[in-house]
């Protein structure tokens, strides 16, 4: 069964403290991976797509990796303001749809 | 910059009635997609459209469920006989051509059936 795991499930991190986010999945027919970042009681906002093993990219203090198996979202030096939860989503070689991960609550104290 | 909105933001309605949801995806997008989130768990794909038609569907997507483009603007997701369980945010997404795959979400609607 196709699956995407995120790890840990909640992770509180204080100002400046830089950490990183798993999200590891086993999807047959692959395309692609997702990150999204989702404030409570708002819907998903795209942060990045990434698509072979070895890819990066970069927004602000967020840096997202792919390999074969899993995907890393490096946070460096957190502010307060990155507090949210954040996804992982597997998209199908068909792009018809995209399974989540449970996701990450990151939490920044200041 | 562009987006997709949803309407209306929270509805309530009775058990066994029906429901209609509305969105507004990007305006050169032609691919769409529900989505739904119960209450603390992960997101659920329900249901892509493309080309007036469904393109695939998740198992959630019962005979309850119905999707239509009624005009060149908004997307619409019928729940026909609302059950306790469909309590959730809904989510309308789009994506563009050309292989791009990014879909943007809107902000969601909350239903609550009582």
């Known amino acids: 069964e196709d699956q995407v795991t995120q790890s840990p499930e909640a992770l509180r991190l204080q100002e400046g403290e830089s950490s990183s986010l798993n999200c590891s999945y086993t999807v047959s027919g692959l395309r692609g991976l997702f990150w999204y970042r989702q404030d409570p009681g708002k819907g998903p906002e795209f942060l990045f797509t990434l698509y072979s093993a070895g890819e990066e990219k970069e927004k602000e203090r967020l840096k997202a990796t792919l390999t074969k198996k899993e995907s890393f979202l490096h946070i460096t030096a957190p502010k307060p303001e990155d507090s949210a939860t954040y996804l992982c989503a597997a998209v199908y070689s068909s792009a018809s749809k995209i399974i989540f991960g449970s996701g990450t609550r990151l939490s920044i104290r200041p | 910059e562009p987006e997709v909105t949803q309407t209306p933001s929270h509805q309530v309605t009775q058990m066994g009635q029906e429901v209609i949801l509305r969105c507004v995806p990007i305006?050169?997008?032609?691919?769409f997609y529900w989505y739904r989130q119960i209450l603390g768990q992960k997101v659920e794909f329900l249901v892509s459209f493309y080309n007036n038609e469904i393109s695939e569907k998740s198992e959630i997507f019962d005979d309850q469920f119905s999707v239509e483009r009624p005009d060149g603007s908004n997307f619409t997701l019928k729940i026909r006989s609302t059950k306790l369980e469909d309590s959730a945010m809904y989510f309308c997404?789009?994506?563009?051509?050309?292989?791009?795959?990014?879909?943007?979400f809107g902000p969601g609607t909350r239903l609550t059936v009582l």
């Open positions: 305006s050169n997008h032609l691919y």
């Open positions: 997404a789009s994506r563009s051509t050309g292989g791009v795959d990014t879909q943007y």
